[in-house]
């Protein structure tokens, strides 16, 4: 997204530059070089439509490291919760998940459900604090983000291991109680036919990190206009 020359995005760029000014690391991924690039710290090119596995990789990158905000994902997300012992991942099912209906081309989603506990809400739920039950959600995003590698991303998005590990070092190294990573996101996102994928997979990323806590929040979906 080139915010530097959108219409309607100029106090989006302003504080950029403010936030630069300061320290803030500007990293600007998208398949063509703008304005925006230039003003950036670094341009990371990556294929058209691909952004749903460099974002995997890097919730591969943050999980296998323990690079991800331990304290906040126990507490303050469903990782820790129980998962049915009938879920199965696209692993075990070749590219499909537990429940699809072929014959209506949908998911019947009974096996995805939490395991209740006998007393309570439909909120009261299972729970493995340590997140080493190997059906937490914990434990089923790790294995279903485990094939999203840096050599993944060279061959499908065209992003160098070097450029791969700048962007995942600095989401982590800048993703701390006292510091926030922010996704400005737009069109990009937004108008892609997979965008809702892209914007759920950010979304579990900046849950990780712990980031959706900050006052600068989760996202920052830009304006539709260009």
Not at 97 to 102: L, R
Request: hydrophobic fraction near 35%; proline fraction near 4%.
């Amino acid at each position: 997204r080139d915010v530097e020359r959108s219409r309607g995005l100029g106090d989006v760029y302003k504080r950029q530059v403010e936030a630069k000014k300061r320290g803030a690391r500007i990293i600007h991924v998208d398949p063509r070089y703008t304005r925006t690039s230039a003003f950036a710290n670094r341009h990371i090119g990556i294929r058209g439509g691909t952004d749903v596995v460099l974002l995997g990789a890097i919730i591969k990158y943050v999980l296998d490291n323990g690079l991800y905000f331990h304290d906040y994902v126990v507490n303050y997300t469903n990782a820790a919760s129980i998962i049915s012992p009938d879920f199965k991942d696209t692993e075990d099912l070749e590219g499909l998940f537990s429940g699809y209906d072929a014959e209506k081309g949908k998911y019947v989603t009974d096996s995805w459900q939490y395991v209740q506990k006998p007393e309570g809400s439909s909120w009261n739920v299972e729970k493995d604090m340590t997140l080493e039950d190997p059906n937490t959600v914990f434990q089923i995003l790790k294995r279903h983000y485990s094939r999203y590698t840096p050599e993944m991303v060279e061959e499908t998005c065209g992003i160098a291991p070097e450029d791969f590990y700048y962007l995942a070092d600095s989401i982590a190294q800048n993703s701390t109680p006292e510091r926030t990573t922010c996704f400005a996101y737009a069109l990009g996102f937004t108008q892609h036919t997979l965008g809702a994928q892209f914007i759920r997979t950010a979304a579990i990323l900046q849950l990780l990190m712990g980031n959706a806590v900050s006052y600068t929040h989760l996202t920052l979906p830009t304006t539709p206009y260009v």
